[in-house]
């Protein structure tokens, strides 16, 4: 499993989402997920969770790096 938590330079790497609102304040965060995972696949399974990240009707998610 630990080959999964390897970058391509060979670093211990780890994805982290998170979610502000306009205010900057965290309103999401997920962590765990290995670095090579896809960031789709992270979203997805956000989305997904019981408790997970809900975005209201009419607005969407933009992605920044």
Same mark, same amino acid.
């Given at each position: 499993?630990? +080959?999964?938590?390897? %970058?391509?330079?060979?670093? =211990?790497?780890?994805?982290?989402? !998170?979610?502000?609102?306009?205010?900057?304040?965290?309103?999401?965060?997920? +962590?765990?997920?290995? %670095?090579?995972?896809?960031? =789709?696949?992270?979203?997805?399974? !956000?989305?997904?969770?019981?408790?997970?990240?809900?975005?209201?009707?009419?607005?969407?998610?933009?992605?920044?790096?």
């Amino acid at each position: 499993m630990g +080959a999964s938590f390897r %970058g391509r330079k060979n670093h =211990a790497t780890q994805n982290v989402m !998170a979610a502000i609102d306009f205010d900057l304040r965290f309103i999401y965060v997920l +962590a765990g997920w290995e %670095g090579t995972a896809h960031d =789709a696949l992270v979203l997805r399974d !956000a989305l997904e969770r019981e408790n997970g990240l809900r975005v209201p009707q009419g607005k969407m998610i933009t992605h920044v790096a």
